[in-house]
């Protein structure tokens, strides 16, 4: 009797709070029966109705250039928000027959769904089942999802107490008079978890049928609409099937009581096969698809980029939280044809069971945007076999970062000098007559110095000894051409233009090298610091681009989950170098490959066979060996592309890759330059004034040296004598 006298007086106060109140009916009965109804209607006029709707968390999507080729996908929650307009109207109609078939006649409270709950209940002291509407559910939802609260909290906004079910109803007041029921609906079908991982209607469609919520059918609609109840219980890929089927028939009778299918539709709906699709959307960078799990490399870097902007946070836990979280739209550069090409270049070096590795990278001049990261490696967690580093690992070795420091690229650094020089005011006619070996002002000891002080050599005199200029010292990879050089201008100057290029010192000894001793560091242009093909891709890049250094970028844009343009993925370029000065640079690059220089100055190169590879189309690059071959480095590049790639064992810097390979390397980052410029016009670079060719009163001469197009072997900095070490206190020697 006190039960049902609880019941009722329970009815009374919903009665009497003129609707607002009714769902307190729905509370169990031994918590409403001491309350008074002129309290409780009080309480409820006093509680706030605002109800803060925090963003949902929502999956950001990874695509390539294309803009519709899916890289990844980054969530803690896999979830995408939709409009209602692109829901299928029976998938509407099938949520609000699961969860409220009166959701549009009734306000915040249904009091029929109330009555009849009291009266289905009786006495059992349970609450009233059917009287939570779909305006309350939603109310929940945001309250127990919300990320501004902690777990604690968004455990106490739902729990089950009189004060907490009052505030939902009056929540749910609020939500009535501010937003129309469809959007309600629509906020609630974004929020429902469907179960199987999948939150929200559009995670749920493309999860379970493999295609968007615009496309359900009858049968499919009402079998997600039936899940919302036992969303981990009954989801049919891995829980109770039956149940699901059994919802979906539950479901499919509301709707033809709701008027809004007939019964023969719903018997027919019922009668179909469960046909399920289930897909897992990709998390993460390991999660790339299989057949290109080569593009995990590039995603890597790009999250390494994004946690470096400012735009996503302050700290790097918050820009992660909104990568997961935030619901961008991501077009990256990762051109999928030019990293086909690098990859298959790769392996055309080293197979994927070597323990050498060939990373490449290529970047377009003039924005920064990386256009390709590739290796001959699968970017994966699976286990090696016992001993090796290979064929599987996410070790960023194209870009560098999280431990890994790069490789020693030899001659390419002699790039940085040429340009140090032509700011100085050097021109490219500056001759010295490059002996072998050259004394230098360096100190060294060690049976390789030579009277205390270091002396390099060139590895091939007779290549390489004699008068040179920066056109075929460049051209012939003279090393004591470039050391004099340097010991003209300073090392230091090297260094910076280094830096000012981009070049980024990860290795502590290099790093400390370049901050305290770059005066002394004589063997900077020999190459000795470590480097990444992508820092290397992009210094030359901005020589291609006549001195305009952009920051290397993964992406070419970014909009939020409302559809705005985020900024943070814009080009930031901005000019580092007199464009004669790049103009220069590029004309003295274009000896190594077997092409000519403007002023017909090139007379034997390291890697000619590049100039055959692009015939009359103009490129330019540079080989670099480093000590002992353990690494072997080429860069190329036209005015629309450069590309770099560095021969190397990761795990061994002293595993030597061997000579060998030195126009293997050569060839593989050609062609993929080759492949990357394909379709783009013939452009042609810039040639320098006449000034910085030969100074303020030279004059070409009337007889240049005649070209000699036979390659020789770019040994670089081989000829270093052994002293106290590349990386020494003073500039030392190769080791």
Known sequence: MASRVGRFTGVAMCVVAAGAVLAVAALPVALVGGLSINSLTADFESLPSDLKIAPSPQTTSIYARDGKTLITTFYDENRKNVALSDVA?????????????????????????????????????????????????????VLKTDPNLTPAQRAAA???????????????????????????????????????????????????????????????????????????????????KAAALSRRTYVLGAMAGMHVITQAQADAASATPLDLHPSQSPNNCTAVPAAH????????????W??????????????????????????????????????????????????????????????????????????????????????????????????????????TFKLFTMLAGLEAGKPLSTRFDAPSPLVTQFPASGPGSCGGFWCPVNDNPSFMDGQRTMWDGYGRSVNTYFVWLEEQIGP????????????????????????????????????????TPLDLANAYATVADEGTYCKPVPVVSIT????????????????VLDPDIARAATDAARCPVGQQSAYGMCNGG?????????????VAGKTGSSENNATETFVGFTPQVAAAGIAADPANASDSVGSAVESSVAAAVAHTLMT?????????????????????????????????????????????????GRRGHRGGSTQ
């Not at 390291?606 to 103009?618: E, K, L, M, S």
């Not at 100074?695 to 000699?708: I, S």
Request: aromatic content about 8%; proline content about 8%; glycine content about 12%.
């Open 293 to 304: 799990n080569d593009w995990g490399f590039f995603c890597d870097y790009f999250r390494q």
């Open 492 to 531: 230091q100057k090297a260094v910076e233009m280094a830096q000012r290029l981009g070049i980024t010192f990860r290795a502590s000894s290099d790093a400390s090298l370049a901050a305290n001793d770059a005066s002394e560091w004589g063997s900077f242009t020999l190459g000795v610091a470590d480097t």
């Open 306 to 411: 994004w946690n470096a902007q400012p735009a996503f946070g302050t700290t790097v836990a918050d820009r992660e939280r909104a990568l997961s979280e935030g619901g961008y739209t991501v077009v990256t550069s990762l051109d999928p044809n030019i990293q086909a090409s690098a990859l298959h270049q790769s392996l055309s070096v080293y197979g994927y069971d070597s323990a050498k590795a060939l990373p490449i990278a290529v970047v377009q001049p003039g924005t920064g945007q990386v256009l390709s990261l590739a290796v001959n490696r699968h970017y994966s967690l699976a286990p090696n076999p016992p001993g090796q580093q290979y064929p599987n690992t996410v070790s960023q070795l194209i870009a560098g970062g999280n431990g890994v420091n790069g490789y020693q690229a030899g001659s």
């Open 560 to 575: 939020d989950a409302s559809g705005h343009k985020v900024s943070a993925g814009d080009p930031n370029c901005h000019q």
């Open 89 to 141: 109207p029976v998938m509407r109609q099938a949520m609000v027959a699961a969860e409220d078939t009166r959701f549009y006649q009734h306000g915040a409270v249904d009091l029929k769904s109330v009555l009849r709950a009291l009266v289905s209940d009786g006495s059992s002291g349970e609450a009233a089942q059917g009287a939570s509407t779909l305006t309350m559910q939603y109310v929940r939802n």
């Open 158 to 240: 739902t729990e089950d107490t009189p004060g907490r079910k009052i505030q939902e109803v009056r929540y749910g007041v609020g939500l009535e008079k501010s937003m129309t029921k469809d959007q309600i609906l629509q906020g609630y079908l974004n929020i429902a978890y469907f179960g199987n991982g999948e939150y929200g209607i559009y995670a749920a469609s493309e999860g379970y049928f493999g295609k968007p919520p615009s496309q359900l059918t009858l049968p499919e609609a009402a079998l997600i609409a039936g899940l919302v109840q036992s969303p981990d219980t009954d989801n049919p890929v891995d829980g109770d």
């Open 606 to 618: 390291t890697a000619t066979n590049v100039g055959g590879i692009f015939g009359d189309r103009p």
């Open 676 to 724: 990357a410029v394909q379709g783009l016009p013939v452009k042609k670079f810039t040639a320098p004034s006449v000034t910085i060719a030969y100074g303020p009163d030279g004059r070409p001469p009337a007889n240049p040296p005649a070209v000699t197009p036979h390659q020789q072997p770019d040994q670089g900095d081989q000829g270093a004598p052994p002293g106290p």
